[in-house]
């Protein structure tokens, strides 16, 4: 079977001897409690998808809209002149990973709300104008169903002068077009940039030459900016172009957007911790720019917190005390923050219930229960009040925005409480003017799944009774504020204006002061108590998934470190006896009892950046060689094959300098 | 400088000067002259008639024939021997400059900085110095460089010695060996390189100029193993790290079920580390056709379990190839389907968006980064399907760079997770050992059967297609003889050299360079001398004539650095001569 190209797999037949090996595979895998896992899994996993579809709808639901209108705008119908083509130009931002998302979501929205057909193009399938004509054509009459009959493209066009058009030739949309319902055709150029620009142009005058029989609607994608775009084009093809602009929000923004969704509110069972966090937030920023790749990482992080964490099975919501065995409470009983927990308990001098604890599953049971809501709520409020900080802050600073994503990651990991900036920001608050409070108020009462303690509604309800007595039309201060106000104008101004300063703020602003003072006392109050230390909670372990390590591994991979480590040091894969007498010696030892393979890189690493291979085989066979004839052969292919491996790897090529010379093309380490 | 000299001690050079090139002239003096060089006051006349005749010394002393000065010379004055031996090219230029021990040190260091400078180009452009040379090529330029400047001091040892008027002093002293600067050590040259240098710093270190020593041997072909001697002796060896590696596998196979997992949550897999992990697939194709007909069971289904195994390493294959594989475990044979993989693929995902299948087709990719899948739109055609949810893939990957595949885009769309999974198993179905290191020493002729494979396909061969070839060995015989010549040039010292002009050198250095990187014939040359030789008559004959070596790999081509394609015959020269006797002898 392995010369073969490509077959279907037929199991062989049942042989008495191997059968049982691979039924001792199959029973061994999964461990008791998977089932109830993958249940929790999906139901974990299915919420957050709920979530994050919601975000991404969200994201670009007014874009998607305004592109759909744009399309249904057009008038169709054939046409005496030949109007402008209508383009939409849509600024998609430089992630190119996400185009491709984007562009079916239009598609959807395009095919569901107007009677048109889409045709999605990019530049990897049009090389030319020809084959973008073909794949055009292609995509447009077999993009929704026509006649049955319709089966084979030569007999719809076979036109009325007789002659058959060939198969880029715009009769043939033509001739589909007056078949079907559809009223126009939308033509998607994703990648605007991969294209030549001289087969834009002359698609563009190609197009708008047959505008008076096809009613065509073009979409640009574009990377940079529409200025760029016009530029490659030239003076014709903008003339034949009507143009509109669309911005679709940039993935930084919508990624912020999902990234919300996905921890807050009070029904998301697994949180991610703030290592993990940082990490998908830097490899966003940094490497991929696309949604995509952070949602694939969500997913990945329940998929290892739901396969590999055997107590992940406490948060299946419908779980049963009989549905779990002994040994998951056993495991529960040796995690650290239930240790705490217990030791907290000593403390309070409640022996009894750990007791229970200790000893009765029953009780850990129902305990675990209870403490997982409690942590989940606690989460929970830990993020809202993370978003109550957010708005704070962005109001009072306009021009410094912080960032949700970057405070969860302080909060996530316990060092957001007390620290300078929710010092300031509370601080802040007690010196706002009244219209930025009730900005403020206005925006957390529109916050969902608010934990606020206080009563939005009262404070609002207060200050609008102050601002309607007010008999000025200047925003009420507050006294912490002007304080430092006088201070300012005693400076500058004379003694008389001072004295007439601190008489206005005697009625209405003392009163607002009144009020924000206690709404600063009060959130004061309340991010103490919601700001704690999420690895502090109980059960933390089963709450947050905060690992690294799979990820960089299954996400950005080394491979070529991984090859170079597997050559250079073959011990740390292998763990033989033999090779570990090396490895001890020193760190690169070379020695007869290691692979060919390997025992060939080392003179390769140490060669220059030519290699002679008979000197090459001669050190090769000094290290691995026999004395006989027969083993001489047995080195001469082993050599051959690392030979052949190498240049497989592309780590030497061959060199035209020198006979029997290789270039060495790879430097380990680099 | 002479004049200078003349000035401050009158007469005592002249008359050497004098004597010698009277002698050589044959003209009729005696020894006379030789000892009142005082008496004589020389006259303008006089003056003018030395100076002619100094530079008629000079050019025959700086002609390739010595043999008449060192005759002429008075035995015991080995100086001069050495300086005509040895005298640089630009020195009669220095001499005439009238005035001046500076614009000669000017001069010299000049020369000596145009030379290393020289030097440097033409050892980067070869790149293939031997090892003596690259070895000694350092010290010979430091010493050219202090040799400049010691001229300067050994013309004024020179004044001094003429001043006394001790011995008989040729009026070009020789550079060598005076200039060298005395008490000054040798540069300490470390017979071993650096140790312990960061992987960049090696990298440059090891590309250096000069850097690369290798020596001359070359490897006998005996040595080398043909595809039955391997196979018999690979058959016989037992790997030491058999066990290892067989734990190494049942180590990855424990992975299965956590691979399954991934794949039904819409992940694709990406294998990659060293070994083959073509046991590995198998392995897994069994594990995941048990699993999946044990699923399919449960929830009543009778569609088998369809697992689609690709060997991306065969040599031949296309993505058309997978693609129509895939379509035809969807579809009956009877359904009429397009041709083109691009279309065909366009058909099969929306046939598999509209009727989804009941349980998701399965690929099993073995190296995805083989060679013919690298290319051309196979890489997005993969990628479009694997981004289909109905179908799963798992795929292997061998070479260590082989993320650099895929743009982002493309990444997207695979949504890999990757896993190491190395197994250090030998390649042995994805490479042809006995050919690819044949290949890799340009030995792949090996595969028509040698000489007289090749004879024997000539012999069937057309009147045309024979002479083509014919021209095809000549002329890579030529180039190859005119690269051991321009070698013999370099070997055969200064002498020659010396004649000519850097210029000359360099053009020589640059010829040498582009007939070797290329190594071959271009087409287009090729093209026009058998036209010239009546052999074809257009370029679709050509390319006719050319096809039938192609396909019997008695022609290889490639593109060289500068985009043009380069045709040679993957022989050695020794074979390459023994082809042409064959045409001689046998007028084939």
Same mark, same amino acid.
């Given at each position: 079977?392995?010369?073969?190209?490509?077959?279907?797999?037929?199991?062989?037949?049942?042989?008495?001897?191997?059968?049982?090996?691979?039924?001792?595979?199959?029973?061994?895998?999964?461990?008791?409690?998977?089932?109830?896992?993958?249940?929790?899994?999906?139901?974990?996993?299915?919420?957050?998808?709920?979530?994050?579809?919601?975000?991404?709808?969200?994201?670009?639901?007014?874009?998607?809209?305004?592109?759909?209108?744009?399309?249904?705008?057009?008038?169709?119908?054939?046409?005496?002149?030949?109007?402008?083509?209508?383009?939409?130009?849509?600024?998609?931002?430089?992630?190119?990973?996400?185009?491709?998302?984007?562009?079916?979501?239009?598609?959807?929205?395009?095919?569901?709300?107007?009677?048109?057909?889409?045709?999605?193009?990019?530049?990897?399938?049009?090389?030319?104008?020809?084959?973008?004509?073909?794949?055009?054509?292609?995509?447009?009459?077999?993009?929704?169903?026509?006649?049955?009959?319709?089966?084979?493209?030569?007999?719809?066009?076979?036109?009325?002068?007789?002659?058959?058009?060939?198969?880029?030739?715009?009769?043939?949309?033509?001739?589909?077009?007056?078949?079907?319902?559809?009223?126009?055709?939308?033509?998607?150029?994703?990648?605007?940039?991969?294209?030549?620009?001289?087969?834009?142009?002359?698609?563009?005058?190609?197009?708008?030459?047959?505008?008076?029989?096809?009613?065509?609607?073009?979409?640009?994608?574009?990377?940079?900016?529409?200025?760029?775009?016009?530029?490659?084009?030239?003076?014709?093809?903008?003339?034949?172009?009507?143009?509109?602009?669309?911005?679709?929000?940039?993935?930084?923004?919508?990624?912020?957007?999902?990234?919300?969704?996905?921890?807050?509110?009070?029904?998301?069972?697994?949180?991610?911790?703030?290592?993990?966090?940082?990490?998908?937030?830097?490899?966003?920023?940094?490497?991929?720019?696309?949604?995509?790749?952070?949602?694939?990482?969500?997913?990945?992080?329940?998929?290892?917190?739901?396969?590999?964490?055997?107590?992940?099975?406490?948060?299946?919501?419908?779980?049963?005390?009989?549905?779990?065995?002994?040994?998951?409470?056993?495991?529960?009983?040796?995690?650290?923050?239930?240790?705490?927990?217990?030791?907290?308990?000593?403390?309070?001098?409640?022996?009894?219930?750990?007791?229970?604890?200790?000893?009765?599953?029953?009780?850990?049971?129902?305990?675990?229960?209870?403490?997982?809501?409690?942590?989940?709520?606690?989460?929970?409020?830990?993020?809202?009040?993370?978003?109550?900080?957010?708005?704070?802050?962005?109001?009072?600073?306009?021009?410094?925005?912080?960032?949700?994503?970057?405070?969860?990651?302080?909060?996530?990991?316990?060092?957001?409480?007390?620290?300078?900036?929710?010092?300031?920001?509370?601080?802040?608050?007690?010196?706002?003017?009244?219209?930025?409070?009730?900005?403020?108020?206005?925006?957390?009462?529109?916050?969902?799944?608010?934990?606020?303690?206080?009563?939005?509604?009262?404070?609002?309800?207060?200050?609008?009774?102050?601002?309607?007595?007010?008999?000025?039309?200047?925003?009420?201060?507050?006294?912490?504020?002007?304080?430092?106000?006088?201070?300012?104008?005693?400076?500058?101004?004379?003694?008389?204006?001072?004295?007439?300063?601190?008489?206005?703020?005697?009625?209405?602003?003392?009163?607002?002061?009144?009020?924000?003072?206690?709404?600063?006392?009060?959130?004061?109050?309340?991010?103490?108590?919601?700001?704690?230390?999420?690895?502090?909670?109980?059960?933390?372990?089963?709450?947050?998934?905060?690992?690294?390590?799979?990820?960089?591994?299954?996400?950005?991979?080394?491979?070529?470190?991984?090859?170079?480590?597997?050559?250079?040091?073959?011990?740390?894969?292998?763990?033989?006896?033999?090779?570990?007498?090396?490895?001890?010696?020193?760190?690169?030892?070379?020695?007869?009892?290691?692979?060919?393979?390997?025992?060939?890189?080392?003179?390769?690493?140490?060669?220059?950046?030519?290699?002679?291979?008979?000197?090459?085989?001669?050190?090769?066979?000094?290290?691995?060689?026999?004395?006989?004839?027969?083993?001489?052969?047995?080195?001469?292919?082993?050599?051959?094959?690392?030979?052949?491996?190498?240049?497989?790897?592309?780590?030497?090529?061959?060199?035209?300098?020198?006979?029997?010379?290789?270039?060495?093309?790879?430097?380990?380490?680099? | 400088?002479?004049?200078?000299?003349?000035?401050?001690?009158?007469?005592?050079?002249?008359?050497?000067?004098?004597?010698?090139?009277?002698?050589?002239?044959?003209?009729?003096?005696?020894?006379?002259?030789?000892?009142?060089?005082?008496?004589?006051?020389?006259?303008?006349?006089?003056?003018?008639?030395?100076?002619?005749?100094?530079?008629?010394?000079?050019?025959?002393?700086?002609?390739?024939?010595?043999?008449?000065?060192?005759?002429?010379?008075?035995?015991?004055?080995?100086?001069?021997?050495?300086?005509? @031996?040895?005298?640089?090219?630009?020195?009669?230029?220095?001499?005439?400059?009238?005035?001046?021990?500076?614009?000669?040190?000017?001069?010299?260091?000049?020369?000596?900085?145009?030379?290393?400078?020289?030097?440097?180009?033409?050892?980067?452009?070869?790149?293939?110095?031997?090892?003596?040379?690259?070895?000694?090529?350092?010290?010979?330029?430091?010493?050219?460089?202090?040799?400049?400047?010691?001229?300067?001091?050994?013309?004024?040892?020179?004044?001094?010695?003429?001043?006394?008027?001790?011995?008989?002093?040729?009026?070009?002293?020789?550079?060598?060996?005076?200039?060298?600067?005395?008490?000054?050590?040798?540069?300490?040259?470390?017979?071993?390189?650096?140790?312990?240098?960061?992987?960049?710093?090696?990298?440059?270190?090891?590309?250096?100029?000069?850097?690369?020593?290798?020596?001359?041997?070359?490897?006998?072909?005996?040595?080398?193993?043909?595809?039955?001697?391997?196979?018999?002796?690979?058959?016989?060896?037992?790997?030491?790290?058999?066990?290892?590696?067989?734990?190494?596998?049942?180590?990855?196979?424990?992975?299965?079920?956590?691979?399954?997992?991934?794949?039904?949550?819409?992940?694709?897999?990406?294998?990659?580390?060293?070994?083959?992990?073509?046991?590995?697939?198998?392995?897994?194709?069994?594990?995941?056709?048990?699993?999946?007909?044990?699923?399919?069971?449960?929830?009543?289904?009778?569609?088998?379990?369809?697992?689609?195994?690709?060997?991306?390493?065969?040599?031949?294959?296309?993505?058309?190839?997978?693609?129509?594989?895939?379509?035809?475990?969807?579809?009956?044979?009877?359904?009429?389907?397009?041709?083109?993989?691009?279309?065909?693929?366009?058909?099969?995902?929306?046939?598999?968006?509209?009727?989804?299948?009941?349980?998701?087709?399965?690929?099993?990719?073995?190296?995805?980064?083989? @060679?013919?899948?690298?290319?051309?739109?196979?890489?997005?055609?993969?990628?479009?399907?694997?981004?289909?949810?109905?179908?799963?893939?798992?795929?292997?990957?061998?070479?260590?760079?082989?993320?650099?595949?895929?743009?982002?885009?493309?990444?997207?769309?695979?949504?890999?997770?990757?896993?190491?999974?190395?197994?250090?198993?030998?390649?042995?179905?994805?490479?042809?050992?006995?050919?690819?290191?044949?290949?890799? @020493?340009?030995?792949?002729?090996?595969?028509?059967?040698?000489?007289?494979?090749?004879?024997?396909? @000539?012999?069937?061969?057309?009147?045309?297609?024979?002479?083509?070839?014919?021209?095809?060995?000549?002329?890579?015989?030529?180039?190859?003889?005119?690269?051991?010549?321009?070698?013999?040039?370099?070997?055969?010292?200064?002498?020659?050299?010396?004649?000519?002009?850097?210029?000359?050198?360099?053009?020589?250095?640059?010829?040498?360079?582009?007939?070797?990187?290329?190594?071959?014939?271009?087409?287009?040359?090729?093209?026009?001398?058998?036209?010239?030789?009546?052999?074809?008559?257009?370029?679709?004959?050509?390319?006719?004539?050319?096809?039938?070596?192609?396909?019997?790999?008695?022609?290889?081509?490639?593109?060289?650095?500068?985009?043009?394609?380069?045709?040679?015959?993957?022989?050695?020269?020794?074979?390459?001569?023994?082809?042409?006797?064959?045409?001689?002898?046998?007028?084939?």
């Amino acid at each position: 079977m392995e010369d073969k190209k490509c077959y279907l797999y037929a199991p062989p037949r049942p042989q008495p001897g191997r059968a049982p090996k691979r039924r001792r595979l199959v029973n061994t895998g999964q461990p008791t409690t998977w089932e109830l896992r993958e249940h929790a899994f999906h139901e974990a996993w299915a919420q957050q998808e709920h979530q994050i579809q919601g975000a991404i709808d969200d994201a670009d639901r007014s874009t998607l809209e305004k592109i759909a209108a744009f399309v249904s705008g057009v008038v169709p119908g054939p046409r005496r002149d030949r109007p402008p083509i209508p383009t939409g130009l849509v600024i998609t931002g430089p992630s190119i990973a996400s185009h491709g998302p984007f562009f079916r979501r239009v598609s959807d929205k395009i095919i569901a709300d107007t009677k048109s057909i889409f045709v999605p193009l990019n530049s990897a399938e049009c090389p030319n104008l020809k084959t973008l004509l073909k794949t055009l054509i292609r995509k447009a009459t077999s993009g929704l169903p026509i006649d049955e009959d319709d089966d084979e493209l030569p007999p719809s066009g076979a036109h009325k002068t007789g002659s058959k058009p060939l198969d880029y030739d715009l009769c043939l949309l033509l001739d589909w077009y007056s078949k079907t319902p559809v009223d126009k055709i939308t033509i998607a150029i994703q990648d605007s940039e991969g294209f030549d620009d001289s087969i834009i142009v002359e698609t563009i005058e190609l197009l708008s030459s047959w505008s008076d029989r096809l009613p065509f609607v073009l979409l640009f994608g574009i990377a940079t900016s529409a200025d760029r775009f016009q530029d490659r084009l030239t003076g014709s093809a903008i003339l034949s172009l009507e143009g509109e602009q669309f911005v679709v929000e940039q993935a930084e923004e919508s990624l912020e957007k999902i990234f919300r969704a996905t921890v807050e509110g009070p029904h998301v069972s697994l949180r991610v911790g703030p290592n993990l966090c940082r990490l998908l937030l830097d490899r966003h920023s940094d490497h991929s720019q696309s949604t995509q790749d952070f949602y694939d990482s969500l997913k990945y992080a329940y998929l290892c917190h739901f396969y590999a964490n055997p107590m992940s099975v406490f948060l299946n919501r419908s779980l049963e005390f009989d549905q779990i065995n002994h040994s998951a409470f056993e495991a529960l009983r040796t995690l650290p923050s239930f240790r705490n927990y217990v030791e907290a308990l000593l403390e309070d001098g409640s022996t009894d219930e750990i007791h229970s604890l200790l000893d009765s599953d029953q009780f850990l049971f129902a305990n675990i229960k209870q403490h997982l809501e409690l942590g989940q709520t606690a989460l929970s409020r830990l993020t809202s009040a993370i978003a109550v900080v957010v708005i704070l802050r962005n109001a009072m600073w306009k021009t410094q925005q912080v960032r949700y994503s970057s405070l969860y990651i302080r909060s996530a990991s316990g060092d957001l409480y007390g620290s300078p900036l929710t010092r300031e920001t509370i601080l802040m608050v007690r010196k706002a003017s009244s219209d930025t409070f009730s900005h403020v108020l206005a925006t957390l009462a529109s916050l969902r799944h608010s934990g606020l303690p206080m009563d939005i509604k009262e404070y609002q309800q207060a200050l609008a009774d102050l601002t309607e007595h007010s008999t000025t039309s200047a925003p009420l201060k507050s006294h912490y504020d002007v304080q430092s106000n006088t201070l300012r104008t005693t400076l500058v101004a004379q003694k008389v204006d001072l004295s007439k300063h601190k008489s206005t703020l005697s009625k209405q602003d003392a009163a607002y002061s009144d009020l924000i003072g206690r709404f600063h006392d009060e959130l004061e109050a309340y991010l103490t108590e919601a700001l704690i230390d999420p690895h502090s909670l109980y059960l933390s372990e089963i709450l947050l998934y905060d690992l690294k390590s799979p990820h960089n591994e299954v996400f950005a991979p080394k491979p070529r470190f991984a090859m170079e480590r597997a050559l250079s040091s073959p011990h740390d894969y292998l763990n033989c006896s033999c090779c570990a007498e090396s490895k001890a010696e020193g760190e690169h030892q070379l020695s007869a009892s290691q692979p060919p393979s390997t025992i060939l890189y080392q003179l390769y690493l140490e060669s220059g950046a030519m290699l002679n291979v008979n000197d090459l085989w001669l050190a090769f066979n000094a290290i691995t060689g026999g004395e006989d004839n027969q083993s001489e052969d047995v080195t001469t292919s082993l050599f051959q094959r690392s030979l052949a491996e190498f240049k497989y790897f592309g780590l030497v090529k061959p060199s035209r300098k020198k006979v029997d010379h290789v270039s060495k093309m790879m430097w380990k380490g680099l | 400088m002479k004049r200078k000299s003349a000035g401050v001690a009158p007469g005592t050079p002249t008359p050497k000067k004098n004597r010698t090139s009277t002698r050589q002239n044959g003209e009729l003096d005696n020894d006379g002259a030789v000892k009142s060089p005082e008496v004589e006051t020389p006259s303008k006349r006089r003056r003018g008639e030395q100076d002619l005749m100094k530079e008629l010394h000079q050019a025959k002393a700086n002609g390739a024939t010595t043999g008449e000065i060192n005759g002429g010379n008075t035995p015991g004055t080995p100086r001069s021997q050495r300086k005509v @031996l040895f005298t640089t090219p630009t020195k009669p230029r220095q001499e005439d400059t009238p005035n001046g021990t500076p614009t000669i040190v000017r001069n010299a260091d000049r020369s000596a900085r145009r030379k290393s400078a020289r030097r440097l180009i033409e050892r980067t452009i070869n790149g293939d110095e031997s090892d003596e040379e690259a070895l000694d090529e350092e010290d010979t330029l430091a010493q050219e460089i202090l040799g400049g400047e010691g001229e300067g001091e050994g013309d004024e040892e020179e004044q001094d010695e003429n001043d006394s008027g001790a011995s008989p002093i040729p009026e070009t002293p020789s550079k060598r060996g005076r200039g060298r600067p005395r008490g000054r050590p040798r540069k300490e040259r470390s017979p071993t390189p650096p140790q312990n240098l960061p992987p960049h710093e090696e990298f440059f270190w090891q590309n250096r100029p000069g850097g690369t020593k290798t020596s001359n041997n070359t490897l006998p072909s005996s040595t080398l193993l043909n595809h039955d001697e391997y196979f018999t002796t690979m058959q016989s060896y037992e790997d030491p790290h058999g066990p290892e590696r067989d734990f190494l596998l049942e180590l990855h196979s424990r992975s299965f079920d956590q691979w399954i997992f991934e794949l039904e949550q819409g992940f694709n897999i990406c294998l990659y580390g060293y070994g083959s992990k073509r046991l590995l697939t198998d392995e897994f194709a069994a594990h995941l056709y048990d699993y999946l007909l044990a699923r399919s069971s449960d929830i009543s289904d009778t569609q088998l379990p369809r697992i689609l195994v690709v060997n991306g390493y065969t040599s031949g294959i296309t993505i058309r190839d997978i693609i129509s594989s895939l379509a035809s475990a969807i579809f009956t044979s009877t359904v009429k389907l397009p041709t083109q993989p691009g279309p065909l693929l366009s058909h099969v995902l929306s046939c598999l968006s509209s009727y989804p299948p009941s349980q998701p087709i399965q690929i099993l990719l073995n190296s995805i980064d083989s @060679l013919p899948l690298r290319r051309g739109p196979a890489v997005s055609l993969l990628a479009q399907l694997a981004a289909h949810p109905s179908i799963h893939l798992l795929c292997t990957a061998d070479t260590p760079n082989f993320p650099l595949l895929w743009d982002l885009g493309q990444k997207a769309q695979f949504r890999f997770v990757f896993h190491d999974t190395t197994t250090f198993a030998p390649y042995d179905a994805e490479i042809d050992v006995v050919e690819s290191v044949n290949e890799l @020493l340009g030995r792949s002729g090996r595969r028509v059967g040698g000489r007289d494979g090749v004879g024997f396909v @000539l012999r069937s061969l057309p009147e045309n297609a024979r002479s083509l070839f014919r021209i095809l060995i000549n002329e890579q015989l030529d180039l190859l003889s005119a690269d051991t010549n321009d070698n013999d040039n370099e070997g055969l010292g200064e002498q020659p050299a010396s004649v000519q002009t850097p210029r000359h050198k360099l053009q020589l250095a640059t010829r040498k360079h582009a007939s070797e990187s290329g190594m071959g014939m271009e087409y287009r040359m090729l093209y026009h001398k058998a036209v010239g030789e009546f052999v074809c008559s257009n370029e679709v004959g050509f390319r006719t004539l050319l096809k039938e070596f192609h396909d019997h790999q008695m022609v290889e081509s490639r593109k060289d650095g500068m985009g043009t394609e380069r045709l040679w015959i993957p022989f050695r020269r020794e074979e390459l001569e023994g082809l042409k006797e064959d045409f001689e002898v046998e007028g084939l």
